[in-house]
């Protein structure tokens, strides 16, 4: 079975505070990421990587950063963090595409992180 | 743009009743890939099903089945005789390529005993 597991479920962190939310993956995959979930608007792609110490910014990745040194670790950071940044943060991992199109992503359980 | 639309927000239904979840996709390539997932209350979401553009066939796994229409960019998802456990919220992704999905907003599904 993919395991993909979080370092929080919950978290409450102050305005200005630096937040670094952590991703493991046992299975071996290439690619990692991480999507914010917000209600009435799905899942949001934040970044994304393919490779150990490489990074693609997805579709809202202002305010955020992401570090890859590890090939199954990927951590989200938030370098400044404002009350709107308050959500439900899911990593996902997967194997590298075969050319034959997306490989599934598999996620982990979820952080709830409170901005206060 | 959204990419995927989920025009249900929220179904309520008795048990054993079945339910219809509809989505609807939109995309200008040839090649792509349509996946649902369920999200549980305890968050994690859970892949269901994977399907590529050139697959048609509606596909049945026990008590769910999924109709993919091309022709109506639609990609429904059926629980029969629904339970309680089924209670979860739903989402409908497209990809495009390599790496991004894009999600539908989600369908709340209610079972009632």
């Known amino acids: 079975d993919v395991k993909v597991t979080q370092s929080s479920r919950y978290l409450v962190k102050r305005t200005g505070e630096k937040v670094f939310l952590e991703c493991v993956q046992d299975?071996?995959?290439?690619?990692m990421f991480w999507y914010r979930q917000d209600p009435g608007l799905g899942l949001r792609l934040i970044y994304f990587?393919?490779?150990?110490?490489?990074?693609e910014k997805g579709d809202i990745p202002e305010g955020y950063s992401v570090s890859r040194e590890k090939k199954e670790r990927f951590s989200l950071i938030l370098e400044s963090a404002s009350t709107n940044q308050t959500s439900m943060y899911l990593c996902?991992?997967?194997?590298?595409?075969?050319?034959?199109?997306?490989?599934?992503?598999?996620f982990g359980p979820g952080t709830r992180l409170l901005v206060l | 743009a959204q990419k995927v639309t989920q025009a249900q927000t929220e179904i309520s239904v008795v048990e054993k009743e079945d339910v219809t979840l509809d989505c609807v996709y939109e995309?200008?390539?040839?090649?792509?890939?349509l996946f649902w997932y369920k999200q549980p209350p305890s968050g994690e979401l859970v892949f269901l099903i994977r399907?590529?553009?050139?697959?048609?066939q509606n596909e049945i796994s026990g008590r769910y089945s999924w109709n993919f229409q091309k022709s109506t960019s639609s990609f429904n998802f059926t629980i029969t005789a629904s339970q309680v456990v089924d209670s979860a919220v739903y989402f409908c992704?497209?990809?495009?390529?390599?790496?991004?999905?894009?999600f539908g907003a989600g369908t709340t599904v209610t079972v009632r005993a």
């Open positions: 996902a991992s997967s194997r590298r595409t075969a050319g034959l199109g997306q490989e599934t992503q598999y």
């Open positions: 299975m071996d995959h290439e690619n």
């Open positions: 990587s393919y490779d150990v110490k490489m990074k």
């Open positions: 995309t200008r390539d040839t090649t792509y890939y």
């Open positions: 399907r590529n553009s050139f697959d048609e």
């Open positions: 992704a497209l990809s495009e390529d390599d790496y991004k999905l894009s």
